[in-house]
């Protein structure tokens, strides 16, 4: 059985990074063809993807934020990081990690983590 | 940036009612678009993907169809645990752009 789980800081004040991991079981980081991203959404507020990794360590991040974001594999094998710098208010929201499944083309997100909700506050 | 747009954003439907939501994206994007299903509190579950393909086991109530630049959800008959909001989401791009959601509420 395939799943992920996000851990990290409920409460972070504005200025500081953020940093989640995701922990997954029932697949390797390191399988050909593995891709995960980290999703986010602000409180009553649409997706927002953020960044993803390959399992040959290739990056992608949205452009917006591409200054702000880092995402790498864990010390711990079947971990992914996501560092975020200089985090503000607007940053508040729940963040999620999802396997990324491609096929004939096309991909999706499938399964995601329950989500960690990171509130940015002084 | 390609941006993926919603109608309605929500919508008022009994149960056992045939529902249509619609998904356009502002450039071409094949048939790589996805629908998920977000209750309260939830992550999102994945349902149709590549337009038109069923996940496993979601029922088969749901339907995706469409390319190109715009798409439809259909719920063939509205159950109550089909309540939440519908997402898409395009894959053509790296952006992997989400639509802004529609609720599918109680009449």
């Known amino acids: 059985q395939v799943t992920l789980k996000e851990s990290g800081p409920v409460l972070v004040k504005p200025a500081q990074t953020l940093t989640l991991t995701c922990s997954v079981s029932?697949?390797?980081?390191?399988?050909?063809?593995?891709?995960l991203s980290w999703i986010r959404q602000p409180p009553g507020k649409a997706l927002e993807w953020l960044a993803r990794i390959d399992w040959d360590d290739e990056k992608f991040y949205r452009p917006s934020l591409r200054t702000r974001l880092s995402i790498s594999k864990g010390t711990s094998k079947n971990q992914v990081v996501l560092t975020m710098t200089n985090m503000d208010p607007v940053d508040t929201g729940t963040y999620y990690c999802a396997r990324m499944e491609y096929n004939r083309g096309y991909s999706w997100f499938d399964p995601w983590g329950q989500g960690t909700l990171v509130t940015v506050s002084s | 940036d390609i941006q993926m747009t919603q109608s309605p954003s929500s919508l008022s439907a009994s149960v056992g009612d045939r529902v249509t939501i619609t998904c356009r994206a502002s450039q071409s994007i094949s048939s790589s678009l996805n629908w998920y299903q977000q209750k309260p509190g939830k992550a999102p579950k994945l349902l149709i993907y590549?337009?038109?393909s069923l996940q496993s086991g979601v029922p088969s109530r749901f339907s995706g169809s469409g390319s190109r630049t715009e798409f439809t959800l259909t719920i063939s008959s509205l159950q109550p645990e089909d309540f939440a909001v519908y997402y898409c989401q395009q894959s053509y791009y790296t952006s992997f752009t989400f639509g802004p959601g529609t609720k599918v509420e109680i009449k």
């Open positions: 029932g697949f390797s980081l390191n399988t050909t063809g593995m891709r």
């Open positions: 590549a337009a038109s």
